[in-house]
């Protein structure tokens, strides 16, 4: 400041006093809009970046609920698929247990198939269509001369 007054000093002319003094308020004038573009700039990036954050909270809220979502459903089907492995499980178990019971039972049927055996006895036939799903006990479907050798005519009742 003391270096301002000094050079105001020097000047004698009054012209160059009016020219000094409106250089001055000039620069100070520029000065002052600069400043204040400098705060709106400021203001207007604040501002940007504020909803710039915002738009990123949103769509980071949006994601998360989207793998929530996500992780709860995938959660949903592990549990189906544990159940339904643990059902397949059992169920082989209990076909293997069914599978040899009637390995075990047809053998013994058939080394046990009566006296006249010639071929496949009654025991073993109710076996096979045990195994096939038909009743067991069913013997409507047997013949009468079922066991007996063949040619062999089976007595029939008079009318």
């Not at 100070?28 to 600069?34: E, F, K």
């Not at 203001?43 to 929530?68: D, F, G, K, N």
Request: glycine share 8%.
């Amino acid at each position: 400041m003391p270096l301002l007054f000094a050079l105001i000093k020097q000047v004698s002319r009054p012209w160059l006093m009016a020219l000094l003094v409106v250089v001055l308020a000039g620069g100070a004038g520029y000065w002052r809009g600069a400043q204040q573009a400098r705060l709106v700039a400021q203001a207007t990036l604040a501002t940007r970046q504020i909803a710039c954050e915002e738009r990123q909270r949103q769509q980071a809220q949006v994601t998360q609920q989207a793998l929530e979502s996500a992780l709860t459903r995938q959660q949903q089907l592990q549990g189906a698929n544990d159940r339904l492995s643990a059902q397949l499980e059992t169920t082989q178990h209990a076909l293997t247990l069914k599978t040899q019971q009637l390995h075990r039972s047809i053998a013994h049927a058939v080394a046990h198939d009566g006296a006249a055996y010639t071929g496949l006895g009654p025991d073993g036939l109710q076996r096979y269509r045990a195994a096939l799903g038909y009743p067991a006990d069913d013997n409507s479907a047997l013949s009468a001369s079922a066991g007996q050798p063949a040619g062999v005519a089976t007595p029939t009742a008079a009318p």
